[in-house]
């Protein structure tokens, strides 16, 4: 008979975290789809990224979701932009909050990254001004 490895707390508190940040929707449907070959990075992210930073006190959620935004919009990561300005609905970041954001990625990261970044929001708020919900990446 196989061993039955129990989830460990951190892994339990990002999944809660990862839940109430990205919704039962998105976090369902990138657990569904994991693999054998993909399921260590879905345990790894759910126990680093939500588990420990996203779980950390002493900045809110809205914060943490402009931090995020910004350093992703910096790096390129469109998918992930997409993905977490959807988020802002459960973390309480305003668009003007994204906004402000985005506007120390064109300071500090460049134009071309935030004129990018703007050109994603905007999509992703016309979506949810539509009433559509879901896509996205798998994080």
């Given amino acids: 008979m196989a061993d039955v490895v129990r989830p460990s707390d951190r892994f339990r508190q990002g999944m809660a975290t990862r839940r109430r940040v990205l919704g039962d929707a998105h976090v369902d449907r990138a657990s ?3 693999t054998p070959f993909d399921q260590p990075f879905q ?10 930073v ?3 006190p002493g900045i ?6 402009m931090i995020t935004i910004a350093l992703l919009a910096a790096l390129g990561h469109d998918e992930e932009v997409a993905m977490h300005v959807r988020a ?4 309480g970041a305003s668009r003007e909050d994204i906004t402000e954001a985005l506007m120390h ?3 500090y990261a460049g134009v071309p990254a935030a004129n990018r970044a703007f050109k994603i929001a905007k999509h992703v ?3 949810i001004d539509a009433g559509e919900t879901g896509g996205g990446s798998h994080d």
Avoid at 43 to 48: F, N
Avoid at 60 to 65: F, N, T, V
Avoid at 88 to 91: K, P, R
């Fill in 125 to 127: 708020f016309d979506r």
């Fill in 54 to 56: 996203w779980s950390r």
């Fill in 105 to 107: 990625v064109a300071v």
């Fill in 32 to 34: 569904g789809s994991a």
């Fill in 88 to 91: 802002t609905v459960n973390t």
């Fill in 43 to 52: 345990e790894m992210i759910t126990e680093g990224a939500w588990g420990t």
């Fill in 60 to 65: 809110s959620p809205r914060e943490r979701s």
